[in-house]
Nanobody, 127 residues
Framework: QEQLVESGGGLVQAGDSLRLSCGAS????????MGWFRQAPGKEREFVAA????????YYADSVKGRFTISRDNAKNTVYLQMNTLKPEDTAVYYC????????????????????WGQGTQVTVSP
């Protein structure tokens, strides 16, 4: 069973930046397609960004496109979410997710597709 651990959340002001990290404990990180999702209070969990196992393909929710960047360092078993120009509506618990997949270029925007999840990290953006 893979363990994913998110970090980097916190309380910031609108317009600020944060970088979230998600580390994996296993030795097969390079085989994982990865994703970031978030859940705001009273709302369903929603897709934020995803990246294929070789980093060649990335996808973003329209609400974060141009402000957030997903990246990965397979040597460090870590995926990142750089969040710039944060808005109060970005306030949520952010989760990373992973799934072993054979294709270097595929990932998914669907939370049902992912097998492993972290515990989440809180991001709060004040006006």
């Amino acid at each position: 069973q893979e363990q994913l651990v998110e970090s980097g959340g916190g309380l910031v002001q609108a317009g600020d930046s944060l970088r979230l990290s998600c580390g994996a404990s296993g030795h097969t990180f390079s085989t994982y397609a990865m994703g970031w999702f978030r859940q705001a209070p009273g709302k369903e969990r929603e897709f934020v960004a995803a990246i294929s196992r070789n980093g060649g393909n990335t996808y973003y929710a329209d609400s974060v496109k141009g402000r957030f960047t997903i990246s990965r360092d397979n040597a460090k078993n870590t995926v990142y979410l750089q969040m710039n120009t944060l808005k109060p509506e970005d306030t949520a618990v952010y989760y990373c997710a992973a799934r072993t997949y054979y294709n270097d270029y595929y990932t998914s925007t669907s939370e049902e597709w992912f097998d492993y999840w972290g515990q989440g990290t809180q991001v709060t953006v004040s006006p």
